[in-house]
């Protein structure tokens, strides 16, 4: 169903007006700040909820700038990252062995396993942040995410098993990825010490319509973040 946005509040709710004119309060499924995405007016679409019982009947799913949709629904992206590593598309011979594993003192969302039984252990974070031309996360400071990375970073170093962050870029008009330093510089940091001690990084690009969520393709780290050199 499409709506435009009335306002977004209370991080997790927002009131939106139905193309039928009536107003409705959904659930937004996101966590972060949704900088950029969050103007009132901006066209907005719902699905319904599963649970009749619900409180909120609505999900917000995906906003509209400009030409493009946004998904927004972060409760989708480990689903989505599943369906990339069932498609062989992160790599040919991996294999999902267990979702949301605990190791240190987090917990991350997917432990692998190549064709050789050697396991990765992987982060995904969703992406809907647009600066000029680029991907950017996050779009809030998010000291979750930077330990997160610090605990891939020991994986990488103890070197009994591998590391992988993955990034999935929610809309279709971005060229490259970086992280946001200019909102989180501790995070950025993080990141390139993880790169630099083999923690590996992917962000693959997504099409969001209306019918459905499309497979757009690997996207490569913006040329000059790292001293020059695309690491991704």
């Not at 599963?50 to 998904?71: F, I, S, Y």
């Not at 969703?126 to 020991?154: C, M, N, W, Y």
């Not at 200019?182 to 590996?200: F, Q, T």
Request: hydrophobic share 35%; with cysteine; aromatic share 6%.
């Amino acid at each position: 169903m499409e709506g435009t946005l009335i306002r977004r509040y209370k991080r997790f709710l927002a009131d939106v007006r139905l193309e039928g004119g009536s107003k409705v309060t959904a659930f937004c499924p996101n966590s972060g700040s949704m900088l950029g995405l969050r103007e009132p007016g901006i066209p907005v679409l719902l699905s319904p909820a599963e649970d009749p019982a619900r409180k909120t009947r609505w999900t917000l799913e995906a906003v509209r700038t400009g030409r493009t949709w946004v998904g927004v629904n972060t409760h989708l992206t480990n689903s989505l990252a599943g369906l990339l590593i069932d498609k062989g598309i992160l790599q040919a011979s991996l294999s999902i062995v267990r979702p949301e594993v605990s190791i240190g003192k987090s917990r991350l969302d997917y432990l692998l396993e190549d064709g050789e039984g050697r396991q990765t252990y992987m982060e995904v974070k969703s992406v809907t942040l647009r600066i000029g031309d680029e991907a950017q996360f996050p779009d809030a400071v998010t000291t979750r995410g930077a330990k997160h990375l610090r605990e891939l970073t020991g994986i990488a170093r103890n070197g009994s098993a591998g590391a992988m962050m993955l990034y999935l870029v929610q809309r279709s008009d971005c060229l490259c990825f970086r992280t946001a330093d200019h909102i989180d510089p501790g995070y950025g940091n993080e990141l390139r010490e993880a790169m630099r001690s083999g923690v590996k990084a992917q962000a693959h690009g997504l099409s969001f319509r209306r019918d459905g969520v499309y497979y757009k393709g690997r996207m490569e780290l913006c040329p000059d973040y790292l001293s020059g050199r695309a690491l991704l």
